[in-house]
């Protein structure tokens, strides 16, 4: 299994544009997490799908972000406008809920910088 | 919601001694508590995790120890080799799916 898949692994862009990152979950995995991780806040969770259906989003920090959950193979964040203060790691995880199995499965994360 | 706090933020140990992390969680609900190891600019990954009808787990080298009463869990790392340098992250749960993560300690072996 390759694992978690998320692209681009680094962004570059300027203030004001719009950034999509995307992520492929481990197939057969349920349920699938965006995690975004700072020096300053940690690692922390911005929403996380059950069943391709979003669950709980209190995480995403303001309206500018969004993620959808098309089908069980393909999640994106967006984030439109991008700010300053959105660089950071953002990392995918995939896991699946079901015969005591609780293991999160992280990708490899994208490292955003918005200049 | 959940308030997790871990310490220390930094621990330097001689390799071969032992490595203890702490974390205090707020909600007496949390019932299931991941450890993370994340290396260098990878990917965090789970070491061990434990349920809170529990109170202590083993793999290996590593243990984790739970005191439901005082709020708190510990990750032991015994026989602590240079691959084990990397920073660590408790967690805590409710319902399994939302983890609230301690800010992680920063793990640093010496040869």
């Known amino acids: 299994d390759a694992g978690v898949i998320q692209s681009p692994r680094h962004e570059v862009t300027e203030m004001g544009q719009e950034v999509t990152l995307r992520c492929k979950p481990i197939?057969?995995?349920?349920?699938l997490f965006w995690y975004r991780q700072t020096m300053m806040r940690g690692l922390e969770l911005l929403i996380y799908f059950n069943n391709n259906v979003p669950i709980d989003d209190s995480g995403m920090p303001e309206d500018r972000f969004s993620a959808k959950m098309p089908n069980a193979s393909f999640s994106t964040l967006k984030i439109q406008p991008s700010e300053p203060r959105d660089s950071a790691v953002y990392f995918c995880?995939?896991?699946?809920f079901g015969t005591g199995k609780y293991e999160q499965y992280f990708g490899p994360g994208t490292r955003l910088t918005v200049t | 919601g959940e308030n997790v706090e871990q310490h220390p933020s930094t621990l330097s140990v001689q390799e071969g001694d032992s490595a203890v992390i702490k974390c205090t969680y707020s909600d007496s609900a949390s019932n299931y508590f991941p450890w993370y190891k994340q290396e260098l600019g990878k990917r965090p990954q789970l070491i061990i995790d434990i349920r809170s009808n529990v109170g202590e787990k083993k793999d290996q080298r590593i243990a984790v120890t739970l005191n439901k009463t005082a709020k708190h869990f510990s990750l032991h790392i015994t026989e602590t080799q240079p691959e084990d340098s990397a920073v660590y992250f408790c967690a805590a749960s409710m319902d399994d799916y939302k983890l609230s993560f301690g800010a992680g300690t920063t793990v640093t072996v010496r040869a």
């Open positions: 995880a995939s896991s699946f």
């Open positions: 197939s057969g995995h349920n349920s």
